[in-house]
């Protein structure tokens, strides 16, 4: 079984972003988990410049799901109050976020 690689290490800087976004708003059991938490793949929507990925705790589940607006960068989904999906609207950063995804393996 191959080991997915944790998002502080790929990408540290947007994972202390969103731990904070999280501690702002009081949500530690959320801001907890990023220091665990380890990229599954990447979005195939077909976008270029797309930078969203799952996690490999993602799960489906409509009726446990928060969506919390991230930083006008994108969007933050949290499925059982476990962090499941970051959103990165198509730009240069989602490009950029694919870009290393892609440097670590990751692919969808
Ligand atoms: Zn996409």
């Not at 009081?26 to 990447?42: C, P, T, V």
């Not at 077909?46 to 919390?68: K, L, W």
């Amino acid at each position: 079984m191959r080991d997915y690689p944790l998002l502080i290490e790929v990408l540290s800087h947007l994972a202390n972003r969103i731990k904070n976004y999280f501690i702002c708003k009081s949500r530690l059991d959320i801001a907890n988990q990023i220091d665990n938490l380890r990229i599954k793949e990447l979005c195939n929507c077909g976008e270029p410049d797309c930078g969203s990925f799952y996690f490999t705790q993602y799960v489906e589940n409509e009726d446990e799901y928060e969506c919390f607006g991230f930083e006008e960068i994108g969007t933050i989904e949290v499925i059982e109050s476990k962090i499941g999906f970051v959103e990165i609207f198509p730009s240069n950063f989602g490009f950029e976020i694919r870009s290393i995804l892609w440097k670590n393996n990751i692919s969808y």
